[in-house]
């Protein structure tokens, strides 16, 4: 397909969508995408959106990973996505609208996207609490020490994004292969049970 006649299936789609006849809207598209030509970000979306709303979720699925394949972090695209599998019942929606949350765009989003984001973070929200619960309750029949259980606790959090992984970044003076923790427990330490006792003896000593 030549560059021309591309344009001008494009453009009749755009005028269709326009017009509010997906219909035809979506019979330029269909045309536009045989002609095996790479198309943009854009039209892969639009392709996606006209498809879902003639009732071809499949079909809209099957357009958003090319549509991923030029911008993989694309929310528009992310939501729909996870929308989508949501209809169709697949249970990693709940995942997918994770990523999709993550990549917001700033500023102020339009009432109907408003509306889906809370969705998401509704469904998203719900899966990760279901997540980190499952941890839990791994750990805590798990007959882990304190140290290891805390340990466990806390990857649970970051596995169902309450928390983030940390990592140690000094502003100066890093010395090579510490270890990174960011709340040292006292497990690490096991002679404070025998020297805090001894603090105002210490004390006195050093005020000698």
Do not use: C
């Not at 791994?138 to 169902?160: C, K, M, W, Y």
């Amino acid at each position: 397909m030549d560059s021309n006649l591309l344009s001008r299936l494009l453009a009749e789609a755009d005028r269709a969508i326009a017009a509010r006849n997906p219909v035809l809207a979506l019979q330029k598209m269909e045309e536009a995408v045989a002609g095996g030509v790479p198309l943009e970000l854009d039209v892969w979306r639009k392709l996606a959106a006209l498809r879902r709303a003639a009732g071809n979720q499949t079909g809209a699925l099957a357009a958003i990973p090319q549509a991923l394949r030029l911008s993989p972090l694309d929310f528009f695209s992310l939501l729909s996505k996870a929308s989508i599998l949501e209809h169709l019942g697949d249970p990693s929606s709940a995942e997918v609208y994770s990523r999709a949350i993550a990549q917001r765009p700033p500023g102020e989003l339009p009432p109907s996207l408003k509306a889906a984001l809370a969705h998401a973070e509704a469904i998203a929200g719900a899966h990760q609490k279901q997540v980190e619960e499952a941890f839990l309750a791994a750990i805590q029949g798990s007959g882990l020490g304190s140290v290891e259980a805390d340990r466990a606790a806390r990857f649970a959090s970051n596995t169902a994004r309450r928390t983030r992984v940390w990592h140690s970044e000094p502003t100066h003076f890093h010395y090579p292969s510490l270890r990174e923790e960011e709340f040292h427990s006292r497990g690490f330490f096991p002679w404070l049970d025998r020297w805090e006792p001894l603090t105002d003896i210490i004390t006195a000593e050093f005020k000698a």
